[in-house]
């Protein structure tokens, strides 16, 4: 008996708002499927080369007030990056909350617009200890 891994499935409230914050992550829409009996909008976003390992956008067009207000219950989404300095950098820029810097040259939070937390972990050894990441203080959770 065999098992595949699919995909991580994440509802939220702003597809447009969410699918920007996905991209700046570097990932791409793969597929997408909408249903008009449903009333919902799947964006399956994945990083280039990686398109067997998406994230699964849920978009209830009717909204959902089901969505938690926090979900930290759902746990995080990781990836590994090339340049965890960089995609902090690059994040911030564009007004993402870095929720847990670099410090240590090797992991980092930040939260999606539906407060989903996401880990980023430097790709093979630690970078060296640089600031601002160094000395920046955690701010929420994540």
Known sequence: MGIRYLHTMVRVKDLEKSM???RLLGLKEVRRHESEQGRFTLVFMAPPGQEDCPVELTYNWDGDNGLPS????????????????????????????????????????????????VELLQRGAAKASAEPWASMASVGSW
Request: charged share 25%; proline share 6%.
């Open 20 to 22: 920007a914050f996905y």
């Open 70 to 117: 926090d979900s930290r219950h759902f746990g995080h989404l990781a990836y590994e990056v090339d340049d965890i300095y960089a995609l902090c950098a690059h994040l911030q820029k564009h007004g993402v909350l870095i929720n847990r810097p670099p410090r240590d040259g090797r992991m980092a939070f930040v939260r999606s617009p539906d407060n989903v937390s």
